[in-house]
């Protein structure tokens, strides 16, 4: 079962980096005013979703203990994310708001996972 655990682990990293990624490439273009959510950010965020609800079952099926709290708070993180950039994704320019908040959201998501234990 830690192997499957760590299999997943290493899949929702690799959603992580594809979301942060993302938007750390368009941090120019967001300066200029001609950001946009790429493809690649709307993928990470849904591995992100899938591979942490695994995650959640695969720990709690193997009886280590789930901080609910901070599954919570991350999931709702993930979830505000996952809304601006699906709702727009299809759009030539992000105002710098939105996309900045996408980028501080998915930092606050990384720091929660390491420093909250």
């Known amino acids: 079962m830690d192997v499957l655990i760590h299999l997943f682990v290493g899949l929702h990293i690799v959603g992580i980096a594809a979301l942060l990624g993302g938007f750390l490439t368009q941090m120019k273009a967001m300066g200029r005013g001609t950001a946009r959510f790429v493809p690649g950010m709307l993928h990470g ?12 079952g695969l720990n709690q099926a193997d009886h280590h203990s789930v901080n609910t709290i901070k599954i919570g708070v991350k999931l709702a993180l993930l979830i505000v994310i996952l809304g601006l950039v699906y709702v727009k994704r299809d759009e030539e320019k992000i105002e710098k708001g939105p996309f900045a908040l996408v980028g501080a959201l998915t930092t606050a998501n990384i720091f929660i996972a390491v420093l909250w234990t």
């Open 45 to 56: 965020a849904l591995t992100m979703l899938v591979t942490g609800v695994v995650l959640v």
